[in-house]
């Protein structure tokens, strides 16, 4: 549980992220990054949204990281990562990584 607590601190929301992604301040926090993916995947309905969340995952330093986000967005909303411009072309820069 405390773990938990000192993470709350590192995150930001979904909703701050999609006002403001490509601006927003990336946490340096691995762990909150990841924390951060999870409820985007969880929240991702349109390709308006996914293509807004990309600006946000192309600024995260570490392309391993990205790949995480790559990975769960493929497997949890298919339908609409397997046709957005901004994945292809996340894949095409990134195909070592998968």
Do not use: C
Not at 23 to 38: E, G, N, R, Y
Not at 47 to 60: P, T
């Amino acid at each position: 549980m405390s773990a938990f607590i000192a993470l709350e601190g590192k995150l930001t929301s979904y909703a701050d992220v999609m006002k403001n992604a490509s601006t927003i301040k990336v946490p340096d926090d691995v762990s909150a990054l990841v924390m951060m993916m999870f409820e985007a995947v969880d929240n991702i309905e349109t390709q308006d949204d996914l293509n807004n969340y990309m600006q946000f995952v192309n600024r995260i330093r570490n392309a391993e990281i990205q790949s995480i986000f790559f990975t769960m967005i493929m497997h949890t909303r298919p339908r609409i990562a397997r046709y957005n411009d901004s994945i292809n072309a996340w894949a095409l820069t990134n195909h070592k990584l998968m």
